[in-house]
């Protein structure tokens, strides 16, 4: 039996998945995830990025995978673990 906490928190991703989850495809296969905004600051450089949080336990999204976004195609260019989900990184 998972803890206390181990099922607080999958409580927790399940009402922000339904809450705040938009769909997404990734390389074909449905999936939910949340957008991750952030301000990109490389020096005298700056400029904003788009990464999504990816809500699935299967999928394992990979750079140069293809992204389906608010009707929009992306590709992955940069993935991490955030909170134990994928976090990937769209151009």
């Known amino acids: 039996m998972a803890s206390p906490l181990a099922q607080f928190t999958a409580r927790m991703d399940a009402a922000t998945v339904t809450v705040m989850g938009e769909p997404v495809l990734i ?6 995830a949340i957008e991750s905004q952030f301000d990109a600051e490389m020096g005298p450089l700056a400029g904003e990025g788009l990464s999504l949080v990816v809500f699935s336990t299967t999928l394992k999204p990979r750079k140069g995978d293809e992204v389906v976004w608010q009707e929009k195609t992306y590709k992955v260019t940069r993935q991490k673990t955030f909170n134990g989900k994928p976090q990937i990184w769209l151009e």
Do not use: D
């Open 27 to 32: 390389n074909g296969e449905p999936t939910r």
